[in-house]
């Protein structure tokens, strides 16, 4: 990578790692710091890793940080506040796809899906405590967890695998995520903190109503298009995923709540931003005329 940087006038880093050996200028992703908030939640060699890299990454003094959500921002900025004056927010898009027809998933199918890597800091034990709740009231539903195994995740892994109505799925195909997607009742995501939090916007985009945790990224990402849980209340979890499960009314006011959140985080609307971002940092430098690559 050094040495592809030579011939290049900006780096993008997607992530917290710099170019050590590169005096090129770059531009940094960051998103999330729950390494720095949360390590417990991870190994401590992880820990470690990480928090060098950021740290070394923030002392080379990138021409623009780049931070997926307002809540990101703020995290990275509480522990590298001298990062300050370089920060950006930009959301990420969701890809655009054709919405699921409303009589479909709502009209009788038998699971609702949790999309989110095995580890803890997605709150999947806690959403079981739920669920096992729920059906001791009489829920029916199944529940698909679809994601790959993370750090940390033996024991989550072996309790989700031995329950009964839990089908683990482990990492799936794009194509079998599609399909999991548009055949659920709801989409449900307990995390205890998102930097961003993909998969319920991805539900929305199809017509799929969502519920997932309050806090962190969420509250500006989700909003009040899902019916939204305290990440820590099993009890209310439970009578979330009997409520959802039950009232089509709801389904359908969240389906529509969704499309119309979803619209708000477009690709050509994050390209654009980037490139507003490539030629803020190539302006400081660049010989007039010339061409960034």
């Not at 003094?61 to 931070?67: A, G």
């Not at 920060?87 to 027809?101: F, L, N, S």
């Not at 079981?128 to 994601?147: C, D, I, Q, T």
């Amino acid at each position: 990578m050094p040495l592809a940087a030579r011939r290049s006038d900006l780096i993008h880093l997607c992530d917290y790692r710099p170019l050590l050996l590169s005096r090129r200028r770059f531009l940094l992703t960051v998103h999330d710091v729950f390494f720095l908030d949360y390590p417990e939640w991870f190994s401590n060699w992880s820990v470690r890793y990480r928090q060098t890299m950021l740290t070394a990454a923030v002392r080379k003094q990138p021409s623009i940080v780049v931070c997926v959500s307002n809540y990101t921002r703020d995290r990275l900025l509480d522990h590298y506040p001298q990062a300050a004056a370089r920060i950006v927010v930009i959301h990420p898009g969701i890809e655009p796809v054709e919405p699921a027809a409303a009589s479909g998933p709502m009209a009788g199918e038998s699971y609702f899906l949790t999309v989110a890597t095995i580890e803890p800091r997605k709150n999947h034990l806690g959403l079981l405590e739920a669920f096992r709740v729920a059906r001791a009231a009489g829920f029916k539903l199944r529940w698909k967890v679809a994601g790959a195994f993370g750090q940390c995740a033996e024991h989550t892994v072996a309790t989700l695998r031995a329950e009964p109505g839990v089908e683990l799925l482990g990492h799936v195909s794009d194509d079998t995520l599609e399909g999991l997607y548009r055949s659920a009742r709801f989409v449900a995501t307990p995390s205890h903190a998102e930097g961003f939090g993909f998969p319920p916007l991805e539900a929305m985009a199809r017509g799929i109503p969502t519920i997932c945790s309050t806090g962190s990224a969420f509250d500006e990402t989700v909003g009040n298009a899902a019916l939204r849980v305290p990440p820590n209340s099993p009890r209310l979890w439970a009578e979330a995923l009997q409520t959802l499960a039950g009232n089509t009314g709801l389904q359908a006011q969240l389906r529509e709540l969704g499309l119309e959140r979803v619209r708000r985080f477009s690709l050509s609307s994050a390209a654009h931003s980037y490139v507003d971002a490539y030629q803020h940092a190539l302006g400081e430098f660049r010989p007039k005329g010339d061409t960034a690559h």
